[in-house]
C-alpha cells in the first residue's frame, strides 16, 4: 500500500528545488545575505543539499540582533520592499532587545501550513473546540495557533486577560476538547483545580499542546501533567520565532519529535566544531527556512540541543527527521556542576517525577573551585510531609546526577508562575 507521506528522496529533491528558488530569490534583492555572502566570495548556486552545507556559513542570533542595532528597527534581513509585509511579532526570549520578525502573506501561509500539519498530527479536527490558555502578545506562535486551528474549521476560545480560574471554568463550560499551553502552565492550571475542588476529569479535554519548553518531550513532566489532566494526551512540538513552526511530536512515538520537512534543511552539528554529528549523537539544531522567503534564515544556530533520530521509516510512516527526546536543552543553559553537565530538562525531570512540588527556581553559583546547586521549592496543597518531600528530592538528585543539591522550601505562592516560558534557572558565573 502507498505510504501517505513523501519518501526520503522525495523530501530531499523537494528541499533542493526549494533552496535554489530561495537563493534565486534573495539574491540580490536580501541587503542582509548579499552583503555578507558576497563577502565571502560565496557564488548562490548550489549543485546539491551537501554543498550548500559545505559552502554556506552559519547565521547566528548575534549576528540579526547587531544587524537590527545598526539599520533600526527592522534590519536588512528583508526579501522585498517593506511595504509588502503585513505582519509583525518579536522573540520572547532574547537577551536585550528582543528580536523583530516581519512577515509577508505569503509566508504567513507558508506557516499557517505547516501550523496545521502540527495540528493534524495531534489528532485536532473541526468538530474540535481549543483553548488557547495564554495573552495574545507579539510572540508568534499565539496566532499562528489559532488561525490555524479556525482554518481547520475548529471553535477557536481564547483565554487572555483572564486569571487561571476564569480559564478553567471557560475550558468546562464551552466542552473544551483541546488546550493549547506550556508545559509549566498546564501544571498550573492543574494545581488552581485541585485548590478550587474542580475534577479535571469531568471535562471533555481530551489532548493537551504544549510548547515554548522541553517538558512535553520529557516522560516524567508528560506522565505528570497527563495523570493531574485524568490521563489524558500530552502532545509536543517547537518553533521560534525567527523560523517558525518546527517540530511536532511523533503520533507513534511521544518524546520523539518530527521535524516539519522540506519546510525546512535541517541539520544536526557540533556546537563547538560546526561538523555534523551522526544518527543517535547530541548537537545543535541548525536550519534553514525554504517558504519563509520574505524574512529567510540560512544555516540559523537554533542554539537547541538535540540527539539526532536513526533516519528508519518512522513506525507512524513519515520519513522526515526525528529528534530522540524532543529539545534537551539549550547550550546556553547547560552548566557544569563538578564534572556533571546539567541541563534545565533534567532537572524538570527529576523534580516532576518526585511530584509534590507546585513551583520551584533553581540556582547555580559556577564561581567556587566546587560549584554549588541551590534548589527552592513551593511544596503543592497536597504534600502534608515537606521534610520526606525535600529527603526525596536529594536522593533522586544524587541518584540521577550523582550531586548534592542543596534544597530550601518557599511559601505557599511566593515562587513566580508562569503562563509562558517558565523562568527556573539562574546561572551565577
Not at 528597527?73 to 517593506?82: A, R, S, V
Not at 520578525?101 to 505569503?106: H, K
Not at 510548547?211 to 501533567?225: F, K, L, M, T, W
Not at 513519515?318 to 543553559?333: A, F, P
Request: with cysteine; charged share 20%.
Amino acid at each position: 500500500m502507498k505510504s501517505e507521506f513523501p519518501t526520503r528522496a522525495q523530501i530531499e529533491a523537494e528541499q533542493l528545488e526549494q533552496l535554489r528558488a530561495l537563493l534565486t530569490e534573495l539574491f540580490p534583492a536580501n541587503p542582509f545575505y548579499s552583503k555578507k555572502l558576497q563577502a565571502k566570495g560565496i557564488t548562490f548556486d548550489v549543485a546539491s543539499l551537501e554543498d550548500f552545507s559545505r559552502r554556506f556559513p552559519f547565521t547566528t542570533k548575534s549576528e540579526i540582533v547587531q544587524d537590527q542595532l545598526a539599520n533600526p528597527p527592522f534590519g536588512t534581513n528583508l526579501t522585498y520592499p517593506l511595504a509588502n509585509y503585513t505582519r509583525y511579532h518579536q522573540t520572547s526570549g532574547t537577551t536585550g532587545k528582543p528580536l523583530r520578525w516581519l512577515d509577508t502573506p505569503q509566508s504567513w501561509e507558508a506557516m499557517l501550513g505547516t501550523w496545521t500539519e502540527v495540528l493534524l498530527a495531534a489528532g485536532v479536527h473541526a468538530p474540535d473546540h481549543v483553548y488557547f490558555a495564554f495573552s495574545f502578545g507579539p510572540f508568534i506562535g499565539f496566532w499562528l495557533a489559532f488561525e490555524s486551528a479556525a482554518r481547520l474549521g475548529c471553535l477557536c476560545i481564547p483565554g487572555g486577560g483572564l486569571s487561571s480560574l476564569a480559564r478553567l471554568h471557560a475550558i468546562l463550560e464551552n466542552k473544551v476538547t483541546v488546550v493549547c499551553c506550556t508545559p509549566t502552565y498546564a501544571l498550573r492550571l492543574a494545581q488552581v483545580a485541585a485548590e478550587e475542588k474542580i475534577d479535571l476529569r469531568q471535562s471533555q479535554v481530551k489532548t493537551l499542546i504544549v510548547a515554548g519548553e522541553p517538558g512535553g518531550s520529557v516522560a516524567s513532566v508528560r506522565a505528570r501533567i497527563s495523570d493531574l489532566w485524568g490521563g489524558l494526551r500530552v502532545f509536543d512540538h517547537h518553533g521560534m520565532t525567527e523560523v517558525g513552526p518546527v517540530t511536532h511530536e511523533c503520533p507513534a512515538r511521544p518524546g520523539v519529535l518530527h521535524v516539519v520537512e522540506p519546510t525546512f534543511y535541517a541539520e544536526v552539528c557540533q556546537p563547538s566544531t560546526g561538523a555534523a554529528v551522526g544518527p543517535g549523537e547530541t548537537g545543535e539544531l541548525v536550519l534553514t527556512t525554504l517558504d519563509r522567503v520574505g524574512s529567510p534564515l540560512l544555516r540559523y544556530r537554533t542554539g537547541d540541543l538535540v540527539r539526532r533520530g536513526a533516519g528508519d521509516l518512522c513506525p507512524c510512516g513519515r520519513q522526515t527527521m526525528t529528534l530522540e527526546g524532543g529539545i534537551l536543552g539549550r547550550g546556553d543553559d547547560m552548566v557544569v556542576v563538578r564534572g556533571v553537565n546539567v541541563f534545565p530538562a533534567a532537572v524538570d525531570e527529576i523534580i516532576q517525577s518526585c511530584g509534590g512540588v507546585a513551583e520551584y527556581q533553581l540556582q547555580v553559583d559556577t564561581r567556587p573551585a566546587l560549584p554549588e546547586m541551590l534548589l527552592q521549592i513551593e511544596p503543592d496543597s497536597m504534600t502534608q510531609d515537606t521534610a520526606a518531600l525535600v529527603g526525596k528530592l536529594q536522593k533522586e538528585f544524587e541518584k540521577a546526577l550523582a550531586l548534592r543539591v542543596i534544597i530550601k522550601t518557599a511559601r505557599a505562592g511566593e515562587l513566580p508562575k508562569s503562563e509562558l516560558k517558565a523562568s527556573r534557572w539562574r546561572i551565577i558565573r
